[in-house]
């Protein structure tokens, strides 16, 4: 599981939908001041921190050099948005972030660079029928359910059954190829969207055979090579 904290004003910089955020494996934690980021990191292991000059509390350079000499930290990325100013301009000479960017950002940009500190595998958007078997549910017969998206390391699946954090689930399902994948994972997210009956359920894959991974990197990585950028 990766965590990002981000500040909650650059919320808005990314699509609701097919996000890499949304992935089983992605936490996400908002913050409103430079303060709780540092606080969160002190709590508990973050990844990453997508923060802004203009969040209140410490400054941007006071919250990095915080987060610098700390020895169970200093391997934490930053990343900080700024404004097209003289004075912001300044302040990136002393500010030690991993990377800064400029408003106005691009939304892909920023999750491309996102991605690369957080070394996560590329996933497609890939909308098919999964056969789900849960132990003590559905009389022990799978039920179809609908996928949102995929990556070697999990999926996002939709459904209108009521299924709990830490539910262990067996997933058999073909990839557009053909590949008949089999395997077993873990619901770690839960969302409801605006309006809708149907669920939203995070899976990361616990136990899927070497292959099956093979075969989804394999097609995931082509999707993206063929995506006009």
């Not at 919320?11 to 606080?39: H, M, Q, W």
């Not at 900080?80 to 912001?88: F, P, S």
């Not at 996002?156 to 954090?165: H, S």
């Amino acid at each position: 599981m990766k965590k990002v904290i981000l500040a909650k004003s650059l919320a808005g910089l990314f699509p609701k939908k097919d996000s890499f955020l949304e992935r089983a494996d992605i936490k996400v934690v908002e913050v409103t001041t430079n303060d709780d980021a540092l606080r969160v990191c002190l709590r508990e292991p973050v990844d990453l921190i997508v923060t802004s000059f203009d969040l209140s509390g410490m400054t941007c350079e006071q919250l990095v050099e915080s987060v610098r000499s700390n020895v169970k930290l200093k391997q934490v990325s930053i990343i900080v948005i700024c404004q097209d100013t003289l004075a912001h301009r300044e302040r990136i000479k002393h500010c030690k972030a991993n990377a800064v960017l400029i408003m106005p950002v691009n939304p892909a940009a920023l999750l491309l660079k996102m991605q690369q500190f957080l070394n996560v595998a590329p996933r497609m958007v890939y909308r098919a029928m999964i056969a789900v078997a849960i132990e003590g549910k559905f009389q022990g017969q799978p039920l179809p359910f609908w996928t949102e998206n995929i990556s070697e390391s999990g999926m996002l699946i939709q459904t209108e059954e009521p299924l709990a954090k830490g539910t262990g689930v067996f997933l058999s399902f073909f990839l557009h190829d053909g590949t008949h994948v089999t395997g077993y994972g873990e619901i770690v997210r839960d969302q409801q969207p605006v309006d809708s009956k149907m669920r939203l359920y995070g899976v990361r894959f616990t136990n899927i055979d070497e292959s099956s991974k093979a075969a989804l990197r394999t097609v995931v990585t082509r999707k993206r090579s063929s995506t006009p950028s």
